[in-house]
Protein backbone atom coordinates (compact mmCIF):
# COMPACT_ATOMS: atom_id res chain seq x y z
CA UNK A 1 0.00 0.00 0.00
CA UNK A 2 1.23 3.78 -1.01
CA UNK A 3 2.39 5.77 1.83
CA UNK A 4 1.13 8.81 0.38
CA UNK A 5 -1.99 9.41 0.55
CA UNK A 6 -4.60 12.26 -2.21
CA UNK A 7 -8.06 13.01 0.01
CA UNK A 8 -10.43 13.45 -2.77
CA UNK A 9 -12.79 16.24 -1.74
CA UNK A 10 -13.76 16.72 -5.36
CA UNK A 11 -11.42 19.06 -6.84
CA UNK A 12 -11.03 18.40 -9.88
CA UNK A 13 -7.03 18.73 -10.20
CA UNK A 14 -6.99 15.56 -8.18
CA UNK A 15 -6.34 13.39 -11.53
CA UNK A 16 -2.84 16.18 -12.28
CA UNK A 17 -1.68 15.63 -8.42
CA UNK A 18 -1.61 11.98 -8.68
CA UNK A 19 0.14 11.98 -12.73
CA UNK A 20 2.57 14.31 -10.68
CA UNK A 21 3.53 12.43 -7.97
CA UNK A 22 3.76 9.10 -10.43
CA UNK A 23 6.31 11.48 -12.18
CA UNK A 24 8.54 11.01 -9.18
CA UNK A 25 7.95 7.59 -8.67
CA UNK A 26 5.27 7.99 -6.01
CA UNK A 27 2.33 5.61 -6.54
CA UNK A 28 -0.73 7.66 -4.52
CA UNK A 29 -3.56 6.25 -3.42
CA UNK A 30 -6.59 8.30 -3.23
CA UNK A 31 -8.87 8.40 -0.36
CA UNK A 32 -12.42 9.65 0.76
CA UNK A 33 -12.30 8.80 4.85
CA UNK A 34 -10.50 8.74 7.35
CA UNK A 35 -9.83 5.21 7.15
CA UNK A 36 -8.12 5.94 4.03
CA UNK A 37 -5.78 8.14 6.00
CA UNK A 38 -4.60 5.26 8.31
CA UNK A 39 -1.14 4.54 7.89
CA UNK A 40 -0.28 7.58 5.63
CA UNK A 41 3.51 9.00 5.79
CA UNK A 42 2.15 11.89 3.98
CA UNK A 43 -1.05 13.29 3.06
CA UNK A 44 -2.09 15.82 0.26
CA UNK A 45 -5.09 18.03 0.46
CA UNK A 46 -5.44 19.11 -3.81
CA UNK A 47 -8.25 21.95 -4.27
CA UNK A 48 -9.96 23.43 -6.89
CA UNK A 49 -13.45 25.00 -6.69
CA UNK A 50 -14.90 27.64 -3.76
CA UNK A 51 -14.43 27.18 -0.59
CA UNK A 52 -17.82 26.47 1.03
CA UNK A 53 -18.33 23.44 -1.29
CA UNK A 54 -15.26 22.21 -0.41
CA UNK A 55 -15.59 22.52 3.60
CA UNK A 56 -19.30 20.92 2.99
CA UNK A 57 -17.59 18.17 1.42
CA UNK A 58 -15.08 17.57 4.09
CA UNK A 59 -17.33 17.87 6.59
CA UNK A 60 -19.98 15.00 4.39
CA UNK A 61 -16.89 12.61 4.23
CA UNK A 62 -16.08 13.00 8.24
CA UNK A 63 -12.91 14.35 6.86
CA UNK A 64 -12.39 17.32 9.28
CA UNK A 65 -11.25 16.25 12.21
CA UNK A 66 -9.35 13.31 10.96
CA UNK A 67 -7.35 15.81 9.67
CA UNK A 68 -6.94 18.04 12.02
CA UNK A 69 -5.50 15.29 14.22
CA UNK A 70 -3.08 14.07 11.54
CA UNK A 71 0.43 13.72 13.04
CA UNK A 72 1.57 13.39 9.31
CA UNK A 73 2.87 16.12 7.12
CA UNK A 74 0.22 17.36 4.85
CA UNK A 75 0.45 19.51 1.72
CA UNK A 76 -2.67 21.93 0.88
CA UNK A 77 -2.59 22.77 -2.93
CA UNK A 78 -4.35 25.72 -3.98
CA UNK A 79 -7.85 25.80 -2.34
CA UNK A 80 -6.70 22.70 -0.56
CA UNK A 81 -3.62 25.47 0.96
CA UNK A 82 -6.65 28.20 1.51
CA UNK A 83 -8.84 25.39 3.49
CA UNK A 84 -5.30 24.99 6.21
CA UNK A 85 -6.31 28.68 7.62
CA UNK A 86 -9.26 29.46 10.31
CA UNK A 87 -11.67 31.22 7.59
CA UNK A 88 -11.91 32.38 4.21
CA UNK A 89 -13.93 35.35 3.40
CA UNK A 90 -15.14 33.34 0.39
CA UNK A 91 -18.54 32.24 1.39
CA UNK A 92 -17.12 33.62 4.89
CA UNK A 93 -16.93 29.72 5.88
CA UNK A 94 -15.02 28.70 8.76
CA UNK A 95 -11.94 26.38 7.46
CA UNK A 96 -9.97 23.35 9.22
CA UNK A 97 -7.90 26.42 11.13
CA UNK A 98 -4.65 24.51 11.03
CA UNK A 99 -2.84 27.67 10.27
CA UNK A 100 -3.07 30.91 11.48
CA UNK A 101 -4.82 33.70 9.50
CA UNK A 102 -8.08 34.56 7.35
CA UNK A 103 -8.04 33.73 3.36
CA UNK A 104 -8.83 36.87 1.39
CA UNK A 105 -10.22 38.19 -1.67
CA UNK A 106 -7.24 39.35 -4.17
CA UNK A 107 -7.92 42.66 -4.58
CA UNK A 108 -8.32 43.99 -8.33
CA UNK A 109 -6.57 47.01 -9.33
CA UNK A 110 -5.80 48.97 -12.54
CA UNK A 111 -3.37 46.21 -14.08
CA UNK A 112 -4.48 43.46 -11.74
CA UNK A 113 -6.86 41.21 -12.82
CA UNK A 114 -8.69 38.54 -10.94
CA UNK A 115 -8.12 35.70 -10.81
CA UNK A 116 -4.49 35.58 -10.60
CA UNK A 117 -4.05 33.42 -13.59
CA UNK A 118 -0.57 32.53 -15.10
CA UNK A 119 3.29 31.82 -13.96
CA UNK A 120 4.27 34.24 -11.22
CA UNK A 121 7.69 34.45 -9.35
CA UNK A 122 8.11 33.09 -5.98
CA UNK A 123 10.10 35.00 -3.52
CA UNK A 124 11.94 33.50 -0.61
CA UNK A 125 10.73 34.95 2.80
CA UNK A 126 12.53 32.38 5.31
CA UNK A 127 14.89 29.25 4.70
CA UNK A 128 12.74 26.17 4.42
CA UNK A 129 13.12 22.54 3.29
CA UNK A 130 10.08 23.15 1.26
CA UNK A 131 12.44 25.49 -1.22
CA UNK A 132 15.58 23.12 -1.36
CA UNK A 133 16.61 23.51 -5.01
CA UNK A 134 13.98 26.20 -6.00
CA UNK A 135 16.19 29.35 -6.52
CA UNK A 136 14.59 33.02 -5.34
CA UNK A 137 12.91 34.37 -8.46
CA UNK A 138 11.76 30.82 -10.20
CA UNK A 139 8.27 30.59 -11.20
CA UNK A 140 4.86 28.83 -10.60
CA UNK A 141 1.80 28.28 -11.84
CA UNK A 142 -1.00 30.41 -10.29
CA UNK A 143 -4.97 30.26 -10.60
CA UNK A 144 -6.93 31.47 -7.97
CA UNK A 145 -9.00 34.67 -7.03
CA UNK A 146 -8.30 34.51 -3.11
CA UNK A 147 -5.16 34.24 -1.29
CA UNK A 148 -3.62 34.16 2.09
CA UNK A 149 -1.66 37.30 3.59
CA UNK A 150 1.78 37.29 4.17
CA UNK A 151 2.47 35.66 8.10
CA UNK A 152 4.96 34.63 10.08
CA UNK A 153 4.52 31.14 8.34
CA UNK A 154 5.10 32.20 5.17
CA UNK A 155 7.79 30.60 2.88
CA UNK A 156 7.66 32.04 -0.09
CA UNK A 157 5.65 35.36 -1.19
CA UNK A 158 4.84 36.53 -4.72
CA UNK A 159 3.28 40.33 -5.82
CA UNK A 160 0.22 40.16 -7.47
CA UNK A 161 -1.08 43.96 -6.40
CA UNK A 162 0.77 43.25 -3.63
CA UNK A 163 2.36 40.02 -1.67
CA UNK A 164 0.49 37.54 -0.82
CA UNK A 165 1.90 33.92 0.72
CA UNK A 166 2.29 31.36 -2.13
CA UNK A 167 4.39 28.32 0.06
CA UNK A 168 3.19 28.16 4.18
CA UNK A 169 4.66 26.26 6.38
CA UNK A 170 3.08 25.94 10.34
CA UNK A 171 5.00 22.66 11.93
CA UNK A 172 3.54 19.86 9.75
CA UNK A 173 0.65 21.62 7.76
CA UNK A 174 2.32 22.79 4.53
CA UNK A 175 0.27 24.57 1.46
CA UNK A 176 1.13 25.87 -1.90
CA UNK A 177 -1.26 28.51 -3.54
CA UNK A 178 0.07 27.48 -6.85
CA UNK A 179 0.26 24.22 -8.75
CA UNK A 180 2.99 22.16 -8.60
CA UNK A 181 1.50 19.44 -10.26
CA UNK A 182 1.59 22.15 -12.97
CA UNK A 183 4.81 24.27 -12.69
CA UNK A 184 7.21 22.29 -14.65
CA UNK A 185 10.42 21.30 -12.36
CA UNK A 186 10.02 24.27 -9.82
CA UNK A 187 6.59 22.26 -9.26
CA UNK A 188 8.11 19.22 -9.45
CA UNK A 189 10.65 19.75 -7.09
CA UNK A 190 8.83 21.35 -4.32
CA UNK A 191 6.39 18.09 -3.89
CA UNK A 192 9.75 15.88 -3.79
CA UNK A 193 10.80 18.28 -0.95
CA UNK A 194 7.59 18.00 0.80
CA UNK A 195 7.58 14.07 0.73
CA UNK A 196 11.23 14.09 1.69
CA UNK A 197 11.38 16.24 4.54
CA UNK A 198 11.94 15.67 8.00
CA UNK A 199 9.25 16.74 10.48
CA UNK B 1 5.18 39.73 -11.02
CA UNK B 2 3.03 38.06 -13.05
CA UNK B 3 4.35 36.49 -16.29
CA UNK B 4 2.93 37.08 -19.95
CA UNK B 5 1.85 33.79 -21.25
CA UNK B 6 2.89 32.11 -24.48
CA UNK B 7 0.51 29.60 -25.35
CA UNK B 8 0.45 27.20 -28.32
CA UNK B 9 -2.86 26.40 -29.85
CA UNK B 10 -3.56 22.81 -31.22
CA UNK B 11 -6.43 22.42 -33.21
CA UNK B 12 -7.43 19.27 -33.36
CA UNK B 13 -9.64 17.05 -35.64
CA UNK B 14 -9.61 13.50 -35.52
CA UNK B 15 -6.82 12.71 -32.91
CA UNK B 16 -4.36 14.84 -34.92
CA UNK B 17 -3.16 18.37 -34.31
CA UNK B 18 -4.30 20.23 -37.98
CA UNK B 19 -3.66 24.10 -38.62
CA UNK B 20 -6.21 25.72 -41.36
CA UNK B 21 -5.44 29.46 -42.95
CA UNK B 22 -8.36 31.33 -42.12
CA UNK B 23 -10.50 28.50 -40.89
CA UNK B 24 -10.27 26.40 -43.33
CA UNK B 25 -7.86 23.53 -45.59
CA UNK B 26 -6.61 22.42 -42.99
CA UNK B 27 -3.53 20.31 -42.82
CA UNK B 28 -1.85 17.45 -40.73
CA UNK B 29 0.69 19.05 -37.75
CA UNK B 30 1.15 15.90 -35.87
CA UNK B 31 0.54 13.72 -32.95
CA UNK B 32 -0.99 15.57 -29.97
CA UNK B 33 1.13 14.06 -27.33
CA UNK B 34 4.34 14.07 -29.92
CA UNK B 35 4.09 18.20 -29.82
CA UNK B 36 2.88 18.87 -26.65
CA UNK B 37 5.73 17.89 -25.09
CA UNK B 38 7.79 19.48 -27.53
CA UNK B 39 5.97 22.89 -26.40
CA UNK B 40 6.57 21.55 -22.89
CA UNK B 41 10.20 21.35 -23.61
CA UNK B 42 10.77 25.01 -25.59
CA UNK B 43 9.21 27.04 -22.54
CA UNK B 44 5.97 26.54 -23.81
CA UNK B 45 3.44 28.56 -20.65
CA UNK B 46 0.18 26.78 -21.31
CA UNK B 47 -1.53 24.56 -23.68
CA UNK B 48 -4.83 25.06 -25.53
CA UNK B 49 -6.33 22.45 -27.38
CA UNK B 50 -9.24 23.07 -29.06
CA UNK B 51 -11.22 20.06 -30.47
CA UNK B 52 -12.53 21.99 -34.05
CA UNK B 53 -14.18 18.85 -35.21
CA UNK B 54 -16.48 18.68 -32.05
CA UNK B 55 -19.22 21.64 -32.06
CA UNK B 56 -20.23 21.24 -35.76
CA UNK B 57 -20.32 18.00 -35.87
CA UNK B 58 -22.43 18.13 -32.24
CA UNK B 59 -20.05 15.70 -30.38
CA UNK B 60 -18.06 16.23 -27.26
CA UNK B 61 -14.32 16.22 -27.50
CA UNK B 62 -13.16 12.66 -26.37
CA UNK B 63 -11.44 12.03 -22.85
CA UNK B 64 -8.71 9.49 -23.74
CA UNK B 65 -6.23 11.80 -25.64
CA UNK B 66 -6.40 14.47 -22.81
CA UNK B 67 -5.45 11.36 -19.67
CA UNK B 68 -2.81 10.82 -21.94
CA UNK B 69 -1.72 14.75 -22.33
CA UNK B 70 -2.20 15.44 -18.79
CA UNK B 71 -0.19 12.43 -17.05
CA UNK B 72 2.65 13.56 -19.29
CA UNK B 73 2.97 17.37 -19.65
CA UNK B 74 3.61 19.22 -16.52
CA UNK B 75 2.38 22.42 -17.21
CA UNK B 76 -1.04 23.86 -17.39
CA UNK B 77 -3.85 23.05 -20.23
CA UNK B 78 -7.20 23.97 -21.50
CA UNK B 79 -9.47 21.59 -23.77
CA UNK B 80 -12.36 23.43 -26.08
CA UNK B 81 -14.82 22.01 -28.18
CA UNK B 82 -18.01 20.71 -27.77
CA UNK B 83 -18.49 21.06 -24.07
CA UNK B 84 -21.81 22.18 -23.64
CA UNK B 85 -23.16 21.03 -20.21
CA UNK B 86 -21.64 20.85 -16.78
CA UNK B 87 -21.40 16.49 -16.66
CA UNK B 88 -18.78 16.66 -20.05
CA UNK B 89 -16.84 19.54 -18.05
CA UNK B 90 -16.61 17.54 -14.90
CA UNK B 91 -15.01 14.74 -17.03
CA UNK B 92 -12.36 16.51 -19.02
CA UNK B 93 -11.27 18.24 -15.57
CA UNK B 94 -11.14 15.07 -13.75
CA UNK B 95 -9.24 13.74 -16.92
CA UNK B 96 -6.67 16.15 -16.43
CA UNK B 97 -7.34 19.44 -18.24
CA UNK B 98 -6.96 22.52 -15.78
CA UNK B 99 -9.21 24.34 -17.40
CA UNK B 100 -11.88 24.31 -19.78
CA UNK B 101 -13.17 26.73 -22.88
CA UNK B 102 -16.48 27.28 -24.23
CA UNK B 103 -17.43 29.11 -27.20
CA UNK B 104 -20.67 28.23 -29.83
CA UNK B 105 -22.32 26.53 -26.68
CA UNK B 106 -22.10 29.76 -24.57
CA UNK B 107 -23.41 31.79 -27.17
CA UNK B 108 -26.13 29.33 -27.83
CA UNK B 109 -27.34 28.76 -23.87
CA UNK B 110 -25.18 31.95 -21.75
CA UNK B 111 -26.54 30.18 -18.71
CA UNK B 112 -23.38 27.56 -19.66
CA UNK B 113 -21.09 29.70 -18.33
CA UNK B 114 -22.62 29.95 -14.93
CA UNK B 115 -23.34 26.54 -14.48
CA UNK B 116 -19.24 25.72 -14.92
CA UNK B 117 -18.23 28.56 -13.10
CA UNK B 118 -20.61 27.23 -9.88
CA UNK B 119 -19.63 23.97 -10.40
CA UNK B 120 -15.70 24.64 -10.95
CA UNK B 121 -15.02 28.15 -9.80
CA UNK B 122 -14.56 30.62 -12.19
CA UNK B 123 -10.94 29.67 -12.91
CA UNK B 124 -11.33 26.93 -14.41
CA UNK B 125 -14.10 28.58 -17.42
CA UNK B 126 -12.56 30.16 -20.01
CA UNK B 127 -15.15 31.76 -22.69
CA UNK B 128 -13.86 31.90 -26.65
CA UNK B 129 -15.31 34.37 -28.28
CA UNK B 130 -14.49 34.13 -32.79
CA UNK B 131 -14.92 37.83 -33.87
CA UNK B 132 -14.91 39.89 -37.19
CA UNK B 133 -15.52 43.04 -38.48
CA UNK B 134 -18.51 43.66 -40.42
CA UNK B 135 -19.15 46.25 -42.78
CA UNK B 136 -21.25 48.44 -40.73
CA UNK B 137 -17.51 48.61 -38.80
CA UNK B 138 -18.95 47.04 -35.84
CA UNK B 139 -17.23 43.20 -34.39
CA UNK B 140 -19.59 40.44 -33.70
CA UNK B 141 -19.39 37.17 -33.40
CA UNK B 142 -19.40 34.22 -35.06
CA UNK B 143 -20.13 30.16 -33.84
CA UNK B 144 -19.25 26.83 -35.00
CA UNK B 145 -16.17 28.36 -36.68
CA UNK B 146 -14.29 24.76 -37.07
CA UNK B 147 -16.70 24.06 -40.06
CA UNK B 148 -17.18 26.95 -42.60
CA UNK B 149 -20.17 25.34 -43.88
CA UNK B 150 -21.57 25.49 -40.38
CA UNK B 151 -20.45 28.59 -39.24
CA UNK B 152 -23.35 30.94 -38.10
CA UNK B 153 -23.28 34.82 -37.49
CA UNK B 154 -24.94 36.16 -34.95
CA UNK B 155 -26.44 39.63 -34.21
CA UNK B 156 -24.17 39.57 -31.36
CA UNK B 157 -21.89 42.62 -30.85
CA UNK B 158 -18.69 41.62 -30.08
CA UNK B 159 -17.57 43.40 -26.98
CA UNK B 160 -21.34 43.28 -25.63
CA UNK B 161 -20.80 39.46 -25.20
CA UNK B 162 -16.77 40.06 -24.07
CA UNK B 163 -19.34 42.17 -20.97
CA UNK B 164 -22.13 39.49 -20.42
CA UNK B 165 -19.16 36.70 -20.21
CA UNK B 166 -18.22 38.18 -17.05
CA UNK B 167 -21.43 38.93 -15.43
CA UNK B 168 -21.50 35.26 -16.25
CA UNK B 169 -18.78 33.99 -14.28
CA UNK B 170 -15.77 33.49 -17.42
CA UNK B 171 -12.12 33.28 -15.73
CA UNK B 172 -10.08 34.24 -18.67
CA UNK B 173 -11.72 35.62 -22.20
CA UNK B 174 -9.79 34.38 -25.27
CA UNK B 175 -10.67 36.54 -28.20
CA UNK B 176 -9.91 35.26 -31.99
CA UNK B 177 -9.94 37.64 -34.12
CA UNK B 178 -11.05 36.46 -37.50
CA UNK B 179 -9.75 39.05 -39.43
CA UNK B 180 -6.36 38.45 -38.66
CA UNK B 181 -6.37 34.40 -38.28
CA UNK B 182 -3.87 32.50 -40.14
CA UNK B 183 -2.44 35.47 -41.83
CA UNK B 184 0.18 36.62 -40.10
CA UNK B 185 0.28 40.20 -40.20
CA UNK B 186 -0.62 40.81 -36.55
CA UNK B 187 -2.58 40.36 -33.59
CA UNK B 188 -5.48 42.79 -34.17
CA UNK B 189 -4.29 45.40 -31.82
CA UNK B 190 -7.60 47.87 -32.07
CA UNK B 191 -10.11 44.86 -31.41
CA UNK B 192 -8.34 43.83 -28.59
CA UNK B 193 -7.63 47.33 -27.03
CA UNK B 194 -11.23 47.56 -27.29
CA UNK B 195 -11.70 44.02 -25.36
CA UNK B 196 -9.08 45.11 -22.60
CA UNK B 197 -11.07 47.86 -21.92
CA UNK B 198 -13.81 45.73 -20.76
CA UNK B 199 -11.85 42.86 -19.51
CA UNK B 200 -11.63 42.32 -15.63
CA UNK B 201 -10.21 38.66 -16.01
CA UNK B 202 -7.10 37.64 -17.97
CA UNK B 203 -7.77 38.21 -21.82
CA UNK B 204 -6.00 36.33 -24.53
CA UNK B 205 -4.77 37.41 -27.82
CA UNK B 206 -5.36 34.72 -30.74
CA UNK B 207 -5.57 35.49 -34.57
CA UNK B 208 -2.66 36.86 -36.81
CA UNK B 209 0.58 36.09 -35.36
CA UNK B 210 3.45 36.10 -37.48
CA UNK B 211 6.73 37.80 -36.46
CA UNK B 212 7.95 38.06 -33.14
CA UNK B 213 7.35 41.93 -32.75
CA UNK B 214 3.93 41.03 -33.46
CA UNK B 215 4.07 39.24 -30.04
CA UNK B 216 5.25 42.79 -27.99
CA UNK B 217 3.17 44.60 -29.98
CA UNK B 218 -0.28 42.94 -28.53
CA UNK B 219 1.75 42.89 -24.95
CA UNK B 220 2.88 46.28 -24.72
CA UNK B 221 0.05 48.01 -26.98
CA UNK B 222 -3.32 45.95 -25.69
CA UNK B 223 -2.01 44.47 -22.30
CA UNK B 224 -3.33 41.24 -23.37
CA UNK B 225 -2.23 38.63 -19.82
CA UNK B 226 -1.21 35.86 -23.28
CA UNK B 227 -0.81 35.39 -26.66
CA UNK B 228 -2.13 32.37 -28.33
CA UNK B 229 -0.64 30.99 -31.97
CA UNK B 230 -0.35 28.37 -33.61
CA UNK B 231 1.13 28.30 -36.98
CA UNK B 232 4.07 30.39 -36.39
CA UNK B 233 5.06 27.88 -33.48
CA UNK B 234 3.87 24.68 -35.23
CA UNK B 235 6.16 25.58 -38.56
CA UNK B 236 9.11 26.18 -36.10
CA UNK B 237 9.09 29.98 -38.18
CA UNK B 238 8.80 31.44 -34.39
CA UNK B 239 11.31 29.21 -31.97
CA UNK B 240 9.85 30.01 -28.41
CA UNK B 241 12.97 30.45 -26.63
CA UNK B 242 14.04 32.90 -29.18
CA UNK B 243 10.93 34.70 -28.77
CA UNK B 244 11.49 34.76 -25.16
CA UNK B 245 14.52 36.35 -25.24
CA UNK B 246 12.78 39.23 -27.60
CA UNK B 247 10.15 40.07 -24.86
CA UNK B 248 12.41 40.00 -22.27
CA UNK B 249 15.28 42.58 -23.69
CA UNK B 250 12.26 44.80 -24.63
CA UNK B 251 11.35 44.85 -20.87
CA UNK B 252 8.24 42.55 -21.31
CA UNK B 253 8.01 39.84 -18.28
CA UNK B 254 7.99 36.07 -19.17
CA UNK B 255 9.21 33.00 -17.55
CA UNK B 256 12.47 31.62 -17.61
CA UNK B 257 12.98 28.20 -18.34
Known amino acids: ?199 | MLSRRLIPCLDVRGGRVVKGVRFRDHVDMGDIVELALRYRDQGADELVFYDIGASPEGRSVDYAWVERVARLIDIPFCVAGGIRDVETARRMLHAGADKISVNSPALERPALVSELADAFGVQCVVVGIDSIREADGQWRVRTNTGDPDKTRALAVRTLDWIAEAQRLGAGEIVLNCMDSDGVRRGYDIAQLRQARALCKVPLVASGGAGEMQHFAAVFEQADVDGALAASVFHSGTIPIPELKRFLRERQIEVRDV
Not at chain 1, 8 to 19: E, F, H, P, R, T
Not at chain 1, 31 to 48: E, F, K, N, Q, S
Not at chain 1, 121 to 149: I, K, N, Q, W
Request: glycine share 12%.
Open chain 1, 1 to 199: MSDVAVVDAGGSNLGSVCYALERLGVRPRVVADAAGLRGARRVILPGVGAAPEAMRRLHEQDLVAPLRALQVPLLGICLGMQLLYERSQEGEVECLGLVPGVVRKLPQAPGIRVPHMGWNALRAMRPSPLLDGVADGDSAYFVHSYAAPVTADTVAASDHGGLFTAVVRHGRWCGAQFHPERSAATGARILRNFLEMDH
